[in-house]
């Protein structure tokens, strides 16, 4: 997962208004930022470095940037290692002139496109599939860099939701499956593209439109210039999981409230539902004495859920805020200890009572048995877990940390062997039919993948070869 944030004025400077947009995007991405834009003498100028944006990039340079398009880039690696060389944006100077880019997705054919265009001479300087566009893009020397960039995106499959920036204006572009978020903003002769619309309000922008998907759009001084790629797609797979956990509950995506969508998860949570669930001890979740989230992702649900079964809410789960999220830390080891320095239960509160605990979801189920086991010790009654998405069976390949079937639980455990090692008293999850229903658009504008396996059709290996010679030829 990853965070873009671009940035077109006709007057002012924004090189510090994205250092302001990645800063409400932080939560896309913790491994690295960093920012491009292009200077008087038609070279790239990027600053990029490792860790968060206020440690990675330094805003006091930035507000001296004389730019008036730039865009930024903050990066969880899901293709590629956490390196300092992958770090984006991505840039060059090429035959045509100064480009950059900086992406949020996964490219599906990623492998058979750099190994087409190694045969062909590329050398690539990074493991990141962002690299294979800038390559297409760069092979096609004699077309200007828009042209070129839309040819070069016609031939690369899976997720890209991707900020560019060249002479010719600042680009947003988003796969013709719509799978990750990219909004368009703007304040008065500004605009804006963000991963996710909450970017905006900290700049006083307005959230306008999503930018399509399949849709290249193009700002510079004429305005905005909108192109579709030709590319057919069977449906749009607008992802599922930005409504469940990954986006800020303050984003609109698709034209639906995170906050709304996750609400409403909770609420059919608590109506009971059709989704899978165990019940371990006779202590029935009706008699809970309250609702308790696991912050902050589960939290919105747990306020629905609440509401719906007219508990009173407790915050009774301290998160520490000044420890990144667990999900989005590279090893093992490292997310266990995460859990213990980050998420604390309050004693008194769990003390004789029986308690209903929310949460967005199950990946390795390492957060919530270590939350579990730490209620326990405060002598809690009974803990009945409540899971405001579907079970996570399978891995995501568009740009999600979710990285083999081996580290699902609910892969090769069933609920009731999750309930067990978790240690809960009971465990329900909500049905995929639920969420889809709660998040508001129809399932077939929706990637569900990770909880049902229906992945979207892949290119062949010898189609993206073919893609190579189609732009070269
Ligand atoms: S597989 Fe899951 S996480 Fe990945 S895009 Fe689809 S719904 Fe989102």
């Given at each position: 997962m990853c965070g873009v944030f671009g940035a077109y004025s006709g007057k002012d400077y924004v090189a510090e208004e994205i250092y302001l947009g990645l800063s409400a995007l932080q939560h896309r991405g913790q491994e690295s930022a960093g920012v491009a834009w292009i200077n008087g003498d038609r070279r790239i100028n990027v600053i990029k470095g490792m860790g968060l944006v206020h440690d990675a990039l330094n805003q006091s340079r930035l507000a001296e940037v004389r730019a008036r398009t730039a865009i930024g880039h903050v990066r969880y690696s899901t293709a590629g290692g956490s390196h300092e060389q992958n770090a984006q944006p991505i840039c060059a100077n090429y035959a045509q002139g100064p480009v950059a880019i900086a992406h949020n997705g996964n490219l599906t054919n990623f492998l058979e496109l750099r190994e087409a265009l190694e045969n062909r001479g590329a050398i690539f300087q990074s493991t990141s599939d962002t690299e294979a566009i800038l390559q297409l893009l760069a092979h096609q020397p004699r077309r200007r860099p828009l042209e070129a960039l839309r040819r070069a995106l016609c031939e690369v499959r899976g997720a890209f939701s991707l900020v560019v920036l060249m002479e010719e204006g600042l680009v947003a572009a988003r796969d013709p499956w719509g799978f990750r978020p990219l909004s368009l903003g703007r304040r008065g002769e500004n605009y804006y593209v963000a991963s996710e619309s909450c970017a905006f309000n900290l700049l006083g922008a307005s959230f306008v439109r999503d930018i399509e998907p399949g849709e290249v759009l193009l700002i510079n001084e004429r305005g905005l210039q909108s192109y579709r790629m030709p590319t057919e797609v069977e449906h749009g797979r607008l992802c599922s999981f930005e409504y469940v956990y990954l986006a800020r509950p303050d984003s609109v995506i698709g034209g639906r409230s995170v906050y709304k969508a996750r609400q409403e998860m909770g609420r059919r949570l608590a109506r009971g539902g059709s989704g899978e669930k165990f019940f371990l001890s006779s202590a029935p979740a009706s008699e809970a004495d309250f609702v308790a989230s696991m912050p902050d992702s589960g939290t919105t649900a747990a306020l629905g859920y609440a509401e719906e079964s007219r508990l009173p809410y407790e915050a009774a789960v301290v998160r520490n805020r000044y420890v990144g999220r667990t999900?989005?830390?590279?090893?093992?080891?490292?997310?266990?200890?995460?859990?213990?320095?980050?998420?604390?239960?309050?004693?008194?509160?769990?003390?004789?009572?029986?308690?209903?605990?929310?949460?967005?979801?199950?990946?390795?189920?390492?957060?919530?048995?270590?939350?579990?086991?730490?209620?326990?010790?405060?002598?809690?009654?009974?803990?009945?877990?409540?899971?405001?998405?579907?079970?996570?069976?399978?891995?995501?390949?568009?740009?999600?940390?979710?990285?083999?079937?081996?580290?699902?639980?609910?892969?090769?455990?069933?609920?009731?062997?999750?309930?067990?090692?978790?240690?809960?008293?009971?465990?329900?999850?909500?049905?995929?039919?639920?969420?889809?229903?709660?998040?508001?658009?129809?399932?077939?504008?929706?990637?569900?993948?990770?909880?049902d396996g229906k992945y979207m059709k892949e290119p062949d290996r010898a189609e993206s070869r073919d893609a190579c010679e189609r732009i070269f030829g």
């Open positions: 999900f989005i830390q590279p090893t093992q080891r490292v997310r266990e200890l995460g859990v213990r320095i980050k998420l604390n239960p309050c004693p008194e509160l769990f003390r004789d009572r029986s308690a209903i605990l929310v949460d967005d979801s199950i990946v390795r189920g390492t957060t919530a048995g270590l939350v579990v086991s730490m209620i326990r010790e405060c002598g809690t009654k009974a803990i009945h877990l409540r899971i405001s998405s579907p079970p996570v069976r399978y891995p995501c390949f568009y740009g999600i940390d979710t990285p083999s079937k081996g580290d699902l639980a609910a892969a090769s455990h069933s609920v009731e062997e999750i309930a067990g090692s978790i240690g809960a008293d009971s465990l329900c999850y909500l049905s995929c039919q639920d969420m889809i229903e709660s998040i508001g658009i129809p399932g077939d504008g929706l990637c569900t993948a990770c909880f």
